[in-house]
């Protein structure tokens, strides 16, 4: 089992949360900060901080703290947000119009480059620079413009076919934001997005 393999969802999320501040750190025009600052000033876990970065290596020094600009550099090559992914939006309503158009997934790191549906009223119309493409286009269009991300912005009864699909055609992850538990392969991890859990969990918590 490889390191990747054993660092948990919730570490990696922390990580990216620590990968924001820092930026927003740069920005600001910081250079240098301690693990007790970056957690009071991000209302963080100085203790969690040293914790998940030590599963990485050495970070900073002590006394002394972190150089921002290497940390910086160092989780985005830890997270894989140091070169480019190519992204596809299958589902072009109401939701696959937003992701098109959401400046994270037009980024440095992630970049949408297809759009696809299978409506023919949603098919050929201009989506945030995309012409939507049919979906039967999909095992063509993925390897052709080297797309390893899927998104699923499909209603929960298309959401395992066009998963099939991206997978035979060769993402290498999915994001799922289909309110459906998926079958997935091994060799393609998926993500779920599922807003109604959030809002339970948050009614619970009403109650």
């Known amino acids: 089992m490889s390191q990747r393999d054993d660092v948990s969802s919730l570490t990696l999320n922390r990580l990216s949360v620590y990968l924001r501040c820092l930026r927003q750190l740069q920005q600001d025009g910081e250079t240098r900060i301690s693990s007790q600052d970056l957690a009071r000033r991000f209302h963080l876990s100085a203790a969690q901080i040293r914790k998940d970065l030590a599963q990485f290596g050495e970070f900073g020094i002590r006394g002394v703290g972190y150089q921002i600009d290497d940390l910086r550099r160092r989780l985005e090559s830890l997270l894989g947000v ?5 992204v596809a939006i299958v ?3 109401n939701l696959g119009t937003a992701l098109a158009r959401f400046p994270g997934f037009n980024s ?3 970049r949408v480059v297809a759009v696809l549906d299978n409506d ?3 098919v050929g119309r201009k989506i945030a620079g995309h012409t939507v493409c049919h ?3 999909l095992p063509r269009l993925i390897p052709e413009l080297g797309v390893q991300i899927g998104i699923l912005a499909v209603p929960a009864a298309a959401a395992q076919e066009n998963y099939d ?3 035979r055609a060769g993402v290498k992850a999915v ?4 309110p459906v538990q998926l079958e997935t392969c091994s060799a393609v991890p998926t993500k779920s997005v599922d807003l109604m859990i959030f809002m339970e969990e948050l009614s619970y918590f009403l109650r």
């Open 135 to 137: 979906s039967r286009e």
């Open 108 to 110: 440095d790191s992630f």
């Open 165 to 167: 699909a991206l997978a």
């Open 120 to 122: 023919p009223q949603k």
């Open 82 to 86: 140091d070169r480019e992914h190519r």
């Open 175 to 178: 994001l799922n934001f289909a």
């Open 91 to 93: 589902g072009a309503g």
